[in-house]
């Protein structure tokens, strides 16, 4: 990574190209996205493959209305179990893969993933009851080679909404650009097919080594592209004890009681970001007495 890729801050900007009536994200991910690396070890596929995910999911957030947080899950049988990126309107990020014990790799093309692999966008914002938030699930078909063009493909289809995207991850960092058609007939007649040669030009290496205003700049100057907004994004993980305790409670008492260790002590530890929560025998034992408080009870933490 150079030294000026070093100096960009981890944001998401959003644009929009007037005259062809398209609007655009741009997310670029360097601390946050190294963040969420060093509390997993995962093959290059596998790594490459969250770092798309984690970067789609703060894309979409640029242009869907998220009152809490919208993930990206990936899920498998093979090599691949699951992998879940995050990002919240608080404008944080997560995300973990979980692989098949001893696998050493995964594929790199997601048809490969085997024929009960699923692809799913879920978006929850908040209920009456902050227990009980408002879920909205889309999946996506599995029949293309990435997630941008599996993604492209739902929007184009399921959404109506012509969409680019180009996503790249290595170690260092994790970017994506993200065009979307208007709503309506906004912009001129051969505006979408125009600013789609433009984005055909670049590749996943300049979208990497190049900062937002210079891409936007070089690809869209002609255009006379407008920034609506700049954001800056970071990891966060929205793990709590309240949390744990729930999921405890959702195991039911002999389960839970099976957690506790030879010290007395259940230990808990956070996948996302490593942090420990402790419960005693006895703590545990009054997660199922009939004065404990309601909690929600989510079958992992995530």
């Known amino acids: 990574m150079s030294s000026h890729d070093a100096q960009l801050p981890d944001s998401q900007l959003r644009f929009l190209l007037p005259r ?30 969250l770092g798309e995910a984690v970067v789609a999911a703060t894309l979409f957030t640029g242009h869907v209305k998220v009152g809490g947080r919208l993930s990206v899950q990936l899920r498998g049988s093979g090599a691949l179990r699951t992998l879940f990126a995050e990002c919240t309107a608080q404008h ?8 098949e014990e001893g696998a050493t790799d995964v594929p790199r093309d997601l048809r490969e993933l085997g024929t009960d692999a699923m692809l799913a966008i ?25 997630l941008a063009e599996a993604f492209e ?10 969409t680019r995207l180009l996503l790249a991850a290595d170690s260092d960092s994790a970017v994506g650009l993200m065009l979307q058609k208007l709503p309506g007939n906004e912009g001129d007649e051969d ?21 937002a205003a210079s891409l936007l700049h070089r690809l869209f100057h002609e255009e006379s592209p407008q920034v609506l907004a700049e954001t800056g994004l970071r990891f966060a993980c929205s793990c709590s004890r309240e949390r744990v305790a729930a999921m405890l409670e959702s195991l039911g008492p002999d389960e839970a009681a099976a957690a506790v260790q030879a010290d007395g002590q259940a230990e808990v530890r956070c996948e996302f970001c490593g942090q420990c929560y402790l419960f005693s025998s006895d703590q545990i034992t009054a997660l199922f007495t009939p004065h404990a408080p309601a909690a929600e009870a989510p079958a992992r933490l995530q």
């Open 20 to 49: 062809a009536g398209v609007r655009g994200v741009h997310v670029r991910l360097n601390d946050s996205w190294r963040e969420i690396l060093a509390h997993g070890h995962y093959p290059p596929a596998a790594q490459e493959l």
């Open 122 to 146: 879920t978006i929850e914002n908040p209920g009456l009851d902050p227990r009980q938030p408002q879920r909205y699930q889309s999946l996506v078909e599995l029949g293309a080679a990435t």
């Open 191 to 211: 505006g979408w097919n125009r600013v789609g040669a433009l984005f055909d030009t670049l590749g996943e290496a300049e979208l990497q080594a190049t900062d």
């Open 92 to 99: 944080t990020l997560r995300g973990i893969v979980r692989l």
């Open 153 to 162: 493909t739902y929007f184009r289809q399921s959404e109506q909404l012509p």
